[in-house]
């Protein structure tokens, strides 16, 4: 599971997700990527679940990258715990992804068809809405 290995503070207030990505929202890696279209948190637990439908649709062939990471602890109280008594313990990690972010890429001499399938097993893995882009050839006549 994705997590950090250290941390400054081990608890973390909750955020505002407000805007678009700033950085991170092309394919630079791989040929084709899964681009967020909405924000939200996405757990370890859903980025390792997409990292593994991939590469086990693409059969040893291509590479994946994983382009963000889960740096954000969430922290739940114990169930049935009267109020008071302070926050919770870290239960998960999270990465927060804005709209326009690029979460997974692959890439590596891929067929196009093998390559959208393979995103299109993973998108069913995340909470929030995605879509499927290409690399934009810069300067290639279709």
Not at 19 to 28: D, F, N, P, S, T
């Amino acid at each position: 599971m994705l997590m950090p290995k250290r941390v400054k503070y081990r608890k973390q207030m909750r955020g505002r997700m407000k805007g678009k990505a700033l950085r991170g929202a092309e394919v630079q890696l791989g040929e084709y990527g899964i681009q967020a279209l909405e924000p939200g948190w996405v757990t370890a637990r859903q980025i390792e679940a997409a990292r593994r439908s991939i590469v086990h649709s693409l059969k040893r062939r291509g590479k994946v990258w994983v382009r963000i990471f889960p740096d954000k602890p969430i922290t739940k109280r114990a169930a049935e715990s009267r109020m008071g008594k302070g926050k919770g313990n870290v239960e998960f990690w999270v990465a927060v992804v804005r709209p326009g972010r690029m979460m997974i890429e692959v890439g590596g001499g891929l067929p196009d068809d093998v390559a959208k399938e393979a995103l299109h097993q993973a998108q069913y893995k995340f909470s929030i809405k995605t879509k499927i882009v290409a690399r934009e050839h810069l300067g290639v006549e279709a």
